[in-house]
């Protein structure tokens, strides 16, 4: 078992800019996918961006230009730098770790709230 605990949400103006960091409890993702979905209300959740540990790092097209992932397989840690942030992007934020086998695991989320 392994649990992700993410931070650095909040309120922030249209415009501005927020990171997400979330880090493991066990180095357990540094061959799998360590990623962020995100909710809002009355929506499903969604992929926000994703990268595996060689591969190509995925993007959801209302993102791309604007939000950039890292990750450190050595701090076991994954961030989400959001630039440009606009009210669309209020959402619970989750951090997303699946192992090479295939077992997920979620964070607890995070609430970002973008005011117009």
């Known amino acids: 078992q392994a649990q992700l605990v993410e931070s650095g949400g909040g309120l922030v103006q249209a415009g501005g800019s927020l990171r997400l960091s979330c880090a493991a409890s066990?180095?357990?993702?540094?061959?799998?996918?360590m990623g962020w979905y995100r909710q809002a209300p009355g929506k499903q959740r969604e992929l926000v961006a994703t990268?595996?540990?060689?591969?190509?790092?995925d993007y959801a097209d209302s993102v791309k230009g604007r939000f950039t992932i890292s990750r450190d397989n050595a701090k076991n840690t994954v961030d989400l730098q959001m630039n440009s942030l606009k009210p669309e992007d209020t959402a619970v934020y989750y951090c997303?770790?699946?192992?090479?086998?295939?077992?997920?695991?979620w964070g607890q989320g995070t609430q970002v709230t973008v005011s117009s």
């Open positions: 990268m595996p540990s060689g591969g190509t790092t």
């Open positions: 997303y770790g699946r192992r090479l086998l295939g077992t997920e695991y």
């Open positions: 066990r180095n357990i993702f540094s061959t799998g996918v």
